[in-house]
């Protein structure tokens, strides 16, 4: 069936949308998101600066109603962009998508979300918005437009021949979620892309849209719609602790680099190597890894070393990193969202990041009052992208992983309520333990264990769930989760799952 489609596909792009309701039939999960094609006037792609420049991120505005527009263009080299949607509540009337909750990629009507990042490059005189391969760096990255000059302004971003920008349709439904598109599959466009080998900025951070959602309990909830990464092929599991380590060090360790090394890779920490104070920025298994950090460094002018050694990771000097030493079990917490991105926005402005935290320090404080190491992602209010929360985990050797978030549906749904707790495969018994709990001690509704593809699910290689504490758009959730008490029983609760699956 799926390789039918996929033909099916190569001869027919323009039939695409028909693959939301096709796509449902197969059981291929790839094929559960149709594409639906939008006036290319009335969507556009933009290089945000952040840092003055220092980086760009991609920025995709989109015109819904003609009530005013939504952006100007300005001509010049390149062309810049006025953000008129700042100036007026643009509700209902302009789309704003920053990040790769609100844009992924779609090439040969197979959606490429967890394999590719959308980022913007600078590379000779212009900003290029790339394709690049999250994972697999043996795959090429694609080139999908360029800006045709710098500016710390917002500049408009050309797309290439064959390229455009399509909307997520999901069983047959258009959602909050635009594509860059190109009719030609991932193996065609490499075979015929010229991308020289680019240098890797900063990942967008993730970021939930709450808006042009259809608000239905009976729907997959919002987050799991945002956060789900459809990919066929999730990558292997972490190889054994033995062989080459590639170790990337910034040779400094004064308190004002390792803040900048911690705004590229939060899970820096100082150490020691070869009898010298470095700040260790990570330390892989794979050497591309390794490169690919060290290339983000640089493009914030930290310049880093690449150490190579053989044998355990784990048995290696790291004085900050607790260990699985001795049989100890390490758990690592992660409260999702943060920084910039409040995650779900609830009634009376409640935000998803501020919960997440709370309960996340709370479920750390009692682990550790019961002798088991818990780390958290983020300690404080930080942005921080998916990858970086996996590749903690996998350097910290987790045993388990806890991803915290609150859910929303829609601020016009606030009987849609309960507890949602997710696994990919190998944590159903940890989701099990951990539901279970939270329902006998919290009296919370019951809205399901639930399988998904969640990015963190998916590339941790040890036994992880991510727990939908409640909806921050419910009336009873929001409640709960505005008292303290109230809040830190489902912490404790969550612990307490925990605990039991560990015994
Ligand atoms: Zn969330």
Redesign the pocket.
């Known amino acids: 069936m799926t390789s039918v489609i996929r033909s099916l596909f190569a001869f027919a792009a323009t039939a695409t949308a028909l693959l939301g309701s096709l796509g449902m039939a197969t059981s291929t999960q790839a094929y559960q998101f149709g594409q639906q094609e939008l006036n290319p006037e009335q969507v556009i792609a933009i290089a945000e600066p952040i840092r003055n420049g220092q980086l760009y991120k991609l920025l995709i505005l989109e015109q819904i109603s003609n009530v005013r527009p939504c952006w100007q263009e300005r001509p010049g080299i390149p062309t810049t962009i006025d953000p008129l949607l700042l100036n007026f509540d643009f509700t209902g009337i302009c789309g704003r998508r920053s990040d790769s909750n609100g844009y992924s990629l779609r090439l040969g009507g197979e959606d490429l979300d967890g394999r590719y990042r959308l980022q913007i490059v600078q590379r000779g005189g212009t900003l290029v918005l790339l394709a690049v391969p999250a994972r697999d760096r043996n795959s090429s990255p694609l080139e999908i437009g360029r800006s045709n000059g710098v500016t710390t302004d917002l500049a408009k971003i050309e797309l290439n021949a064959g390229w455009r920008m399509t909307r997520r349709l999901y069983n047959g439904q258009p959602v909050g979620h635009i594509y860059l598109t190109h009719d030609q599959d991932l193996n065609t466009l490499i075979a015929t892309a010229s991308t020289a080998t680019p240098s890797l900025s900063a990942p967008p951070p993730v970021h ?1 849209l709450v808006e042009n959602q259809p608000p239905s309990p009976a729907q997959p909830s919002l ?1 799991s719609l945002l ?1 789900g990464r459809p990919n066929r092929n999730p990558p292997p599991l972490f190889s054994a602790n033995s062989g080459l380590y590639y170790r990337l060090v910034v040779p400094a360790n004064s308190p004002d680099i390792l803040e900048r090394v911690h705004a590229i890779e939060p899970g820096a920490f100082r150490n020691t190597v070869n009898g010298q104070a470095v700040i260790q920025a990570g330390i892989f298994r794979q050497r591309p890894r390794a490169v690919e950090l060290q290339q983000r460094l640089s493009q914030a002018n930290l310049s880093s070393q690449i150490i190579q050694g053989s044998g355990s990771i784990a048995s290696n000097p790291n004085p900050v990193m607790p260990r699985n030493h001795h049989g100890q079990t390490v758990v690592m917490i992660d409260p ?2 943060g920084g910039r991105d409040p ?2 926005v609830g009634i009376g402005g409640l935000q ?1 990041k501020v919960i997440n935290l709370a309960i996340s320090r709370r479920i750390q404080q009692v682990l550790q009052q019961r002798g088991v190491t818990a780390i958290l992602t983020r300690t404080d209010d930080r942005e921080i992208d998916l990858d970086p929360r996996v590749s903690h985990a996998e350097r910290a050797n987790a045993d388990l992983f806890v991803s915290i ?2 859910n929303a549906i829609s601020l016009s749904r606030p009987d849609v309520n309960g507890l949602e707790t997710y696994y990919y495969d190998t944590g159903y018994g940890l989701a099990q333990s951990i539901h279970n709990t939270v329902l006998q001690r919290t009296g919370m509704l019951d809205r399901g264990l639930r399988q998904s593809r969640f990015y963190v699910l998916l590339y941790t290689p040890m036994p992880a769930v991510l727990v939908e504490t409640g909806f921050v758009t419910g009336q009873e959730d929001a409640a709960r989760f505005r008292n303290p008490s109230a809040r830190d029983q489902i912490a404790d609760a969550i612990a307490e799952g925990i605990l039991n699956y560990i015994q």
């Open positions: 939930p987050e956060q999702g969202h995650g779900a998803e978030h609150s």
